[in-house]
């Protein structure tokens, strides 16, 4: 059994001075710790902790025609204090054109058991140039340094794959990043494996020649001994740009990928209806539950997937977006694009982001089946009234949303990435989606820079209301507007964190 796991089983837990710990059936029961690992015992456990101080956002300079390596800010989003709303530090990479896109830990909740573990290191794989940057934070969390670097080559040599994406750390103490590609920009969806203290290169943790066709996001459970990834497309086919010719080809991803977790290696590929470019995966944050979602951008449906009773999976359409008529567009029918979506950790709500409609969504998914909608809120996005484009046909709106002004700016692009906070109360949302893709769709956002913006949830009785006086207008960075794009709190959160 895997040393976090065992500590944990064994009752080494913690979480301040007492914690509550679920070993098996029956109320939790409450044990004493001297000292606990990383993040939280449960996730419901991680509601209750501290209110967020500071966050860790990707910046991007690459297709801005700025030629600045891409940084990691550092934004202090305490209302107390007097640097609120603004960059405190930045840490620019050593190199020009990485595209830094999303971040992970060294090690989160899924080692919480071992107290020799510690959440000291933010991972920063990059998309394009497949290098992997390892950020210390632990030594001072408000003015990051950089650790290391893991060099593209190392990669391409001990794993034949390339443009890294996701991060997330194992309950073995290892490190475990997505790929989207071979080291030539082909599609190959394998997984690099780097030790947690060292950061070397393990080489693959899926078998030789098992890697799937395509990849993007990972989430694994490993109570039901199941890993499933998701596929956006080969690098070569969306390096430069979105081209509607390529989905017609079949170039873009449209399947589910169902990992056996112990014997690394698919046992199911699940073909998506309506299922076009399958993002985010999201298992509920319980880790005895069998199901979650994924978001699939260009079809801009939320597919459940879920644990059948022989064993097997299946995945069934929950919520689906309708396109709009337009005019003045690329195309006559423009999709929401569902490009991010969160589940809280009580697993009550689901959020997602419309990146072209321009509306970020509340749902309960109570009964997972049938999520309803209970919060929308519309922040730009290209269907507002006075730009470029004219809605012919709506199912949903009366009219075109009005523009978002927000401080005296207004807000270029639409929501895009998001996070929430651990009580479920505030949710902060970025508007960059893929350089390439923010210069074709909205190239304001290249001209303007991206903003991030907080929202306040009701947790209660659903609902998204606007923070009118939070902005943090990446537009005025030192050496010109930035493309900032994931958020991550020092402590975790219901992205980066998994429960074993």
């Known amino acids: 059994m895997h040393t976090c796991i065992r500590a944990l089983r064994a009752g080494e837990d913690g979480g301040g001075d007492r914690a509550r710990v679920r070993t098996g059936p029956g109320p939790a029961r409450a044990t004493k710790c001297e000292k606990c690992g990383p993040g939280y015992p449960t996730p419901l456990e991680a509601m209750k902790g501290p209110r967020e101080e500071i966050i860790y956002l990707p910046c991007i300079y690459r297709n801005t025609g700025i030629e600045a390596p891409d940084y990691l800010a550092t934004v202090d989003i305490d209302p107390k204090s007097p640097h609120y709303c603004q960059v405190i530090h930045r840490l620019p990479m050593p190199n020009l054109k990485d595209e830094l896109h999303h971040s992970g830990w060294n090690t989160c909740s899924s080692c919480f058991g071992d107290s020799t573990k510690s959440r000291t290191k933010l991972m920063l794989p990059c998309l394009m140039s497949s290098r992997i940057y390892v950020v210390d934070v632990g030594s001072e969390p408000r003015a990051p340094k950089l650790h290391k670097v893991i060099e593209a080559e190392d990669i391409h040599a001990k794993c034949d794959l390339g443009y890294v994406h996701t991060s997330h750390c194992l309950a073995s103490g290892e490190v475990m990043v997505s790929s989207l590609g071979d080291p030539k920009g082909n599609g190959k969806g394998g997984f690099v494996l780097l030790d947690g203290e060292t950061f070397e290169v393990?080489?693959?943790?899926?078998?030789?020649?098992?890697?799937?066709?395509?990849?993007?996001?990972?989430?694994?459970?490993?109570r039901h001994n199941v890993m499933i990834s998701s596929e956006w497309a080969a690098p070569n086919v969306f390096r430069d740009g979105?081209?509607?010719?390529?989905?017609?080809?079949?170039?873009?991803?449209?399947?589910?990928?169902?990992?056996?977790?112990?014997?690394?290696?698919?046992?199911q590929t699940l073909p998506l209806q309506d299922g076009l470019i399958p993002l985010e995966v999201r298992f509920l944050h319980n880790p005895d539950a069998a199901q979650g979602f994924v978001g699939c951008a260009l079809s801009s449906t939320i597919q459940r997937f879920y644990k059948n009773q022989g064993g097997t999976w299946s995945v069934e359409k929950v919520i689906q977006v309708p396109p709009k008529k337009v005019k003045g567009w690329m195309l006559p029918e423009m999709p929401g694009l569902i490009t991010d979506i969160l589940l809280s950790l009580d697993d009550r709500f689901?959020?997602?982001?419309?990146w072209l409609h321009g509306d970020l969504r509340q749902y309960d998914i109570s009964d997972p089946q049938r999520p309803r909608l209970t919060g929308q809120l519309f922040l730009g996005g290209s269907i507002v009234k006075g730009g470029p484009v004219q809605v012919l046909e709506d199912q949903e709106l009366k009219s075109q949303p009005e523009p978002l002004v927000v401080k005296g700016k207004r807000v270029p692009g639409g929501p895009q990435m998001i996070q929430l906070s651990l009580d479920g109360k505030r949710l902060y949302v970025t508007t960059s989606l893929y350089s390439a893709w923010d210069k074709q769709f909205y190239p304001d956002l290249i001209r303007e820079g991206s903003v991030m913006l907080q929202i306040d949830v009701d947790t209660v009785k659903g609902g998204l209301k606007l923070n009118p006086n939070f902005l943090v207008d990446f537009g005025k960075e030192p050496l010109g507007?930035?493309?900032?794009?994931?958020l991550r709190y020092p402590g975790g959160d219901c992205s980066s964190d998994i429960w074993v």
Do not use: C
Not at 202 to 222: H, L, V
Not at 350 to 354: C, G, P, V
Not at 481 to 486: D, F, N, T, V
């Open 350 to 354: 689901l959020y997602f982001s419309n």
């Open 202 to 222: 393990k080489g693959t943790w899926e078998r030789p020649g098992g890697a799937a066709p395509m990849g993007y996001d990972f989430w694994y459970q490993p």
């Open 481 to 486: 507007p930035a493309l900032a794009h994931e």
């Open 242 to 267: 979105f081209n509607p010719a390529d989905v017609e080809a079949g170039l873009y991803g449209s399947h589910l990928h169902v990992w056996d977790w112990q014997r690394h290696e698919i046992v």
